[in-house]
């Protein structure tokens, strides 16, 4: 009876977020159950029914998708290729982009069976998106213009078509507002790649 309680009470957690920390699981047994490393125990056995899936060590989601995983690494948002898809100004396939301050190791990851980019940047620069509601979660983009400066930060390639199509939709006043935390070179370079 008192399992069945706690895996209650931890299936609610999922209910109101879509991604919950082993710390508040922990938090959530731990005052009502006294034997050591029992959440362990239910996380794994959570795990092994199906009912919840683990995104990255630490975090738990009962969803499939793996853009979850920027939740993990806050302060961060999705952006760059994912971004730009999402603003319908990328036809190819992507994959969920996650751009964070945390220091973590970069690079691809493989989360729910998906590969995810993982990339990493200044604290300082961690700004310019708004949440978007997906499948009833709101995600953080950036917005189209700091998905053209961080392209251009992280010196990805786009195609000369892509970066027209980014260029006719910035907003110019709000570029330069971006533009103003960033070193005067790195300005000049962003502000010559919009009007060429």
């Known amino acids: 009876m008192g399992k069945e309680k706690y895996i209650r009470n931890v299936e609610s957690l999922f209910k109101k977020s879509p991604v919950i920390a082993d710390s508040s699981i922990t938090r959530l047994v731990r005052s009502s159950k006294k034997v050591k490393q029992y959440h362990r125990q239910l996380i794994r056995n959570l795990i092994l029914k199906g009912k919840i899936k683990r995104l990255v060590k630490g975090f738990y989601t009962i969803h499939d998708n793996p853009s979850l995983a920027v939740f993990c690494f806050k302060p961060a948002y999705l952006g760059l290729q994912d971004a730009l898809s999402f603003h319908e100004l990328w036809e190819q396939?992507?994959?969920?982009?996650?751009?964070?301050?945390?220091?973590?190791?970069?690079?691809?990851?493989?989360?729910?069976?998906?590969?995810?980019?993982?990339?990493?940047?200044?604290?300082?620069?961690?700004?310019?998106?708004?949440?978007?509601?997906?499948?009833?979660?709101?995600?953080?983009?950036?917005?189209?213009?700091?998905?053209?400066?961080?392209?251009?930060?992280?010196?990805?390639?786009?195609?000369d078509e892509t970066k027209e199509e980014i260029v006719k939709k910035i907003d110019n006043e709000k570029l330069n507002h971006y533009l103003k935390a960033y070193p005067a070179r790195f300005r000049k370079t962003v502000l010559g790649l919009r009007s060429k």
Do not use: C, W
């Not at 300082?124 to 978007?132: A, E, I």
């Open 93 to 159: 396939e992507t994959i969920p982009v996650i751009i964070t301050a945390k220091k973590i190791r970069q690079g691809i990851r493989n989360i729910l069976g998906m590969n995810v980019l993982i990339r990493r940047i200044d604290k300082k620069y961690v700004f310019g998106f708004d949440y978007h509601e997906q499948g009833g979660i709101y995600f953080p983009y950036s917005d189209i213009e700091k998905t053209f400066i961080d392209i251009i930060y992280f010196k990805d390639k786009i195609s």
